[in-house]
């Protein structure tokens, strides 16, 4: 069953003819900057020892609540298709993704982690991989094609069992979402302590994704039975400390129904306003963060080039030492060959060889040195020779050891770190900057722009 897909016919699939936003292309466009296989800046970040995170092109937005408080039900008016099954029993039995794509599809169990690898370690949660489903359809309604709901279980006090922990789960999910929609049904299940203790947790990390909604509200009965409703909700959730705060607000939703008009207020398009806000956080947050990789991958190229030419000047001074001591090391021995042999030859050798200019001149410097040889005993001389000896060797071991180089860039390497950097300076941030502007013209006039 894991891994099954199962295709469906598209309700909407001529939808998908319609353009691409500009929030959409910014971040496809971020996305395919890190990705790229040849010059991403993920690839390039390795080469200097970064490692980078490709930003998501869609945001993920986790609705929980108690069961039948209408989140599947708000997930098909957002995308205006029948997507989730809906019902006052416990519909979704496990976690639903719903994404758009190009066109209708259903994936369960493994092609649903195959999809979205960046939740692979919901495997580790024992049984939870045969309940995760992933719903794909075309449309492009509101902001539906930025957006990846996830549908999650109902939830109850009691006796209900799960097939996984799924409080656990909930509060996992909770670290990886952008927004998180909490759902309270007026009927009766709003106090489940179950969900209210999940809040409690999520609040602690992520109080700022979180928002509060009185769902169905229009099945409250009247004014004074909705605000009666509220009060209940409202100093259940005071009653925790951590969910004691100012400017608390929980508006009132519905699902609109043109056969069934009601005059309660309904707040739904508040839920589109605070999806899109998030979109909009999103959409900067990504642009900020492909500035800030690269001032890093810039900075981690320069560091390189910089502490290999500090290593390059290091291992020259190395090698000085080093060909300085191997040359006493053996300059010592030969110095003490070439006394022997000198003391060995004949006056009229050295004539001969040296000239009788050369001979008296090499006898000056030579005489001082054979009188304090001649005065050393026989011990003392072997005694020396092996210390000179030693010396030699000590010396030689050090040249050898004490002064190894380091490894080095090559030429090669060097250039193609050079090529990197411009890239991200000239390229990468010319994109980036280009894309910001985009962005900002959707809000902001061109006169301002020009500033």
């Given at each position: 069953?894991?891994?099954k897909?199962?295709?469906?016919?598209?309700?909407?699939?001529?939808?998908?003819?319609?353009?691409?936003?500009?929030?959409?292309?910014?971040?496809?466009?971020?996305?395919?900057?890190?990705?790229d296989?040849?010059?991403?800046?993920?690839?390039?970040?390795?080469?200097?020892g970064?490692?980078?995170?490709?930003?998501?092109?869609?945001?993920?937005?986790?609705?929980?609540?108690?069961?039948?408080?209408?989140?599947?039900?708000?997930?098909?008016?957002?995308?205006?298709?029948?997507?989730?099954?809906?019902?006052?029993?416990?519909?979704?039995?496990?976690?639903?993704?719903?994404?758009?794509g190009?066109?209708?599809?259903?994936?369960?169990?493994?092609?649903?982690?195959?999809?979205?690898?960046?939740?692979?370690?919901?495997?580790?949660?024992?049984?939870?991989?045969?309940?995760?489903?992933?719903?794909?359809?075309?449309?492009?309604?509101?902001?539906?094609?930025?957006?990846?709901?996830?549908?999650?279980?109902?939830?109850?006090?009691?006796?209900?069992?799960?097939?996984?922990?799924v409080?656990?789960v909930?509060?996992?999910?909770?670290?990886?979402?952008?927004?998180?929609l909490?759902?309270?049904?007026?009927?009766?299940?709003?106090?489940?302590?179950?969900?209210?203790?999940?809040?409690?947790?999520?609040?602690?990390?992520?109080g700022?994704r979180?928002?509060?909604?009185?769902?169905?509200?229009?099945?409250?009965?009247?004014?004074?039975?909705?605000?009666?409703?509220?009060?209940?909700?409202?100093?259940?959730?005071?009653?925790?400390?951590?969910?004691?705060?100012?400017?608390?607000?929980?508006?009132?939703?519905?699902?609109?129904?043109?056969?069934?008009?009601?005059?309660?207020?309904?707040?739904?398009?508040?839920v589109?306003?605070?999806?899109?806000?998030?979109?909009?956080?999103?959409?900067?947050?990504?642009?900020?963060?492909?500035?800030?990789?690269?001032?890093?991958?810039?900075?981690?190229?320069?560091?390189?080039?910089?502490?290999?030419?500090?290593?390059?000047?290091?291992?020259?001074?190395?090698?000085?030492?080093?060909?300085?001591?191997?040359?006493?090391?053996?300059?010592?021995?030969?110095?003490l060959?070439?006394?022997?042999v000198?003391?060995?030859?004949?006056?009229?050798?050295l004539?001969?060889?040296?000239?009788?200019?050369?001979?008296?001149?090499?006898?000056?410097?030579?005489?001082?040195?054979?009188?304090?040889?001649?005065?050393?005993?026989?011990?003392?001389?072997?005694?020396?020779?092996?210390?000179?000896?030693?010396?030699?060797?000590?010396?030689?071991?050090?040249?050898?050891?004490?002064?190894?180089?380091?490894?080095?860039?090559?030429?090669?390497?060097?250039?193609?770190?050079?090529?990197?950097?411009?890239?991200?300076?000239?390229?990468?941030?010319?994109?980036?900057?280009?894309?910001?502007?985009?962005?900002?013209?959707?809000?902001?006039?061109?006169?301002?722009?020009?500033?």
């Amino acid at each position: 069953m894991s891994g099954k897909i199962k295709s469906r016919s598209a309700a909407n699939a001529d939808s998908l003819t319609g353009g691409v936003s500009c929030d959409e292309r910014i971040l496809r466009d971020c996305h395919q900057l890190y990705t790229d296989p040849d010059s991403g800046l993920i690839s390039v970040a390795e080469s200097v020892g970064l490692k980078l995170l490709p930003p998501r092109k869609k945001i993920t937005v986790f609705l929980m609540g108690n069961h039948s408080a209408g989140k599947s039900s708000f997930i098909n008016w957002y995308v205006e298709e029948h997507i989730q099954r809906t019902g006052v029993a416990i519909e979704t039995q496990g976690f639903s993704f719903v994404t758009s794509g190009r066109k209708r599809e259903s994936l369960t169990g493994n092609a649903t982690l195959h999809l979205y690898p960046h939740f692979k370690p919901l495997q580790e949660f024992k049984g939870v991989s045969e309940y995760l489903s992933t719903e794909i359809c075309t449309s492009r309604q509101k902001r539906f094609s930025l957006v990846t709901f996830v549908d999650s279980p109902g939830l109850v006090d009691g006796d209900m069992k799960y097939p996984f922990d799924v409080d656990e789960v909930i509060l996992w999910l909770g670290d990886l979402c952008d927004l998180i929609l909490v759902f309270f049904d007026p009927m009766g299940q709003a106090l489940c302590k179950r969900t209210l203790n999940i809040v409690e947790s999520l609040n602690e990390k992520h109080g700022d994704r979180l928002r509060f909604y009185l769902s169905k509200a229009d099945e409250a009965g009247g004014e004074s039975d909705r605000q009666r409703v509220m009060m209940q909700i409202v100093q259940e959730l005071c009653k925790r400390p951590g969910l004691n705060k100012c400017g608390f607000d929980m508006p009132t939703i519905y699902i609109p129904n043109p056969n069934k008009p009601s005059r309660c207020v309904n707040q739904i398009e508040e839920v589109c306003r605070t999806i899109e806000k998030t979109i909009n956080q999103t959409v900067q947050n990504t642009l900020n963060s492909l500035e800030k990789d690269c001032e890093l991958i810039s900075e981690a190229i320069t560091d390189s080039l910089i502490n290999d030419r500090q290593t390059s000047s290091g291992n020259r001074r190395a090698r000085c030492k080093s060909c300085f001591l191997t040359l006493l090391g053996f300059t010592v021995p030969m110095a003490l060959m070439a006394l022997l042999v000198l003391g060995a030859l004949s006056k009229e050798l050295l004539e001969m060889a040296l000239g009788p200019e050369g001979r008296e001149t090499l006898s000056l410097y030579m005489t001082p040195v054979v009188k304090v040889f001649d005065s050393l005993s026989m011990e003392q001389k072997m005694y020396g020779g092996v210390g000179m000896v030693l010396l030699s060797f000590f010396l030689l071991i050090v040249a050898r050891f004490a002064f190894r180089t380091k490894p080095t860039l090559s030429g090669k390497q060097k250039r193609q770190l050079q090529e990197k950097l411009e890239y991200v300076q000239e390229v990468v941030k010319t994109k980036k900057k280009k894309l910001y502007e985009e962005y900002l013209r959707q809000s902001v006039s061109d006169h301002d722009m020009d500033l």
